[in-house]
């Protein structure tokens, strides 16, 4: 035999699941990871060693020992036997089990062991005998009954394999449950928890398939949910109990009309949906949001408010027709794109990448509405209303920038491509800080200000270049040189009113063209 050295961080794997293990000359480990693989042992104990007759154990630093396989049985895991052992370090007390498995690390003799001392049942829901969570008989096929140990349950798991004939898929919680784990896997049958009771305690979630999820009680389980797939439906605020909510490719609506505040902390980690056109109810995040370092698409079907921070990544594309509104403050480390729908920001605020006004249904209308004080910043290039060719809307499409409060860019604004019709709205006393337009397309392009103020950033001969048409409408148009020289080609037109055009801030104004606005 030869000697097994694992150091540095390395890991050392054994398959057991043979019924044999290796027997080394010796076993070095500094700073390691054993991992030992038993396959199915149907509820017993393993009589094989993993490592056995290793003359000498030298050990380093802090070791693990890691356990994998099903249906573990009670009792004591020989990992490693040894004629004599040296060096400074130790093992970890706590291995890593499978989930719900109980034990620690411990010497027996010249062994390492890994005494598995408790196990909670793996259930799986079947409804057998009623909707009640803890009535008798009611998972592993009327084979077996919930149970609570103390301060955790058994793992549980709801999915498509429950009784055909019941079809008992709305579950009742007479008291409160506290599952070690619960996963939901439902691609055909819809399943909803409610009744007197809660889930609580330790408790994770997962969410898997395509199918619904409607969760009716007021949860406070804080080991956290993870949505991968299919709808979770709230009708209760905390629905999702207290932990972090991991949105990784699942989604979350009200159940109904009735709005929804959600105080969770939550992370974005794939392409997501939130709302739905079906179960309207407003759904308001207050709590953190983590863009996990990536930029995601979201699919909004109905309203949906984001009350608290966003941060360390960006929302890419915006789709579907409710408003996604932000009344907190986020920053975009990426591009933000609307691609349907309209995105508010409502008194909140928002900085970082770029902005990108784009439709893709076909006759549809994208807006970027910016009310109530709020404000975005492009900290560096160019915004676009209309897209640019790498990112096309659909050409029959309208594209919007509704404004109320204040938008500063870097660059300047691109507009007019890829699609029928672009349009910026200047509402009393708002903002617009940019090097000036470029029209990029051949779309139907109209600004139309009503007491708005342009705010110049760099000398520009065409601020509003040709095939732009600029209304002052009844307050007026205010431009801001800023200290530069800003040459306006076109004709300023006549809205409506006789606002007329003021002129402030250092630097030049030089209208070129044909007015026809009054005041």
């Not at 054993?34 to 290793?54: E, I, M, Q, R, W």
């Not at 103390?150 to 549980?156: E, F, L, R, T």
């Not at 896997?185 to 399943?191: A, I, K, Q």
């Not at 950033?457 to 148009?477: D, E, Y």
Request: aromatic share 8%; with cysteine; proline share 4%.
């Amino acid at each position: 035999s030869s000697p097994l050295v694992a150091s540095n961080g390395a890991s050392l794997g054994v398959d057991v699941t043979g019924g044999f293990g290796a027997v080394p000359a010796n076993v070095s480990l500094n700073n390691s990871t054993v991992t030992v693989a038993y396959g199915n042992l149907y509820g017993s104990s393993p009589y094989v060693t993993a490592l056995s007759d290793a003359g000498a154990l030298t050990i380093n630093g802090t070791n693990n020992i890691v356990l994998t396989g099903t249906n573990l049985g009670l009792g004591i895991y020989t990992i490693i036997s040894y004629g004599s052992i040296d060096g400074s370090g130790s093992f970890n007390p706590n291995p890593i089990l499978p989930l719900g498995v109980f034990g620690r690390v411990e010497t027996n003799g010249n062994a390492i062991v890994v005494n598995i001392t408790s196990q909670v049942q793996q259930l799986t829901w079947s409804g057998m005998t009623g909707l009640d969570w803890t009535t008798a008989n009611n998972w592993n096929y009327g084979s077996a009954t919930y149970m609570d140990y103390g301060p955790y349950g058994d793992v549980v798991t709801f999915d498509d394999t429950l009784d055909g004939t019941a079809l008992n898929t709305n579950v009742n919680m007479s008291v409160a449950v506290q599952p070690f784990a619960m996963t939901v896997n439902n691609n055909t049958y819809d399943y909803s928890f409610g009744g007197s009771g809660k889930i609580t305690g330790l408790a994770s979630l997962i969410k898997k398939g395509v199918a619904a999820l409607t969760l009716n009680t007021a949860n406070d389980f804080d080991g956290g949910s993870s949505l991968q797939s299919g709808m979770v439906r709230l009708g209760n605020d905390a629905g999702l109990g207290s932990g972090t909510i991991a949105l990784a490719g699942g989604g979350i609506s009200s159940a109904g009309g009735t709005p929804r505040t959600v105080t969770n902390a939550m992370s974005i980690t794939a392409a997501s949906a939130l709302g739905d056109s079906n179960q309207p109810g407003q759904l308001t995040f207050a709590g953190p949001v983590d863009l996990n370092g990536s930029a995601e698409d979201i699919a909004v079907s109905s309203d949906v408010v984001f009350s608290g921070t966003y941060t360390n990544g960006s929302f890419r594309e915006k789709s579907g027709s409710g408003n996604l509104i932000f009344t907190g403050t986020g920053y975009q480390g990426g591009t933000l794109e609307i691609g349907e729908g309209n995105i508010v920001v409502d008194g909140g605020v928002i900085s970082g990448g770029s902005v990108r006004i784009s439709c893709q249904p076909p006759n549809d209308i994208a807006r970027l509405i910016v009310t109530n004080g709020g404000s975005v910043t492009v900290t560096s290039g160019n915004a676009r209303i209309g897209s640019g060719p790498e990112f096309p809307g659909d050409p029959s499409s309208t594209n919007e920038l509704d404004l109320s409060g204040t938008i500063d860019i870097a660059g300047s604004a691109q507009i007019g491509a890829n699609s029928a019709f672009d349009q910026v709205n200047m509402h009393p006393d708002s903002v617009f800080k940019l090097q000036g337009f470029s029209y990029m397309g051949t779309a139907v392009v109209e600004v139309n200000v009503n007491k708005g103020t342009f705010v110049a950033k760099t000398n520009k001969s065409a601020f509003f270049p040709p095939h732009m048409t600029v209304n002052i409408q009844a307050s007026g148009l205010t431009m801001d040189s800023a200290g530069f020289v800003v040459g306006i080609p076109v004709g300023l037109s006549d809205g409506g009113g006789s606002g007329g055009l003021t002129k402030t801030g250092a630097g030049a104004l030089e209208l070129n063209g044909t007015n026809a606005y009054t005041g």
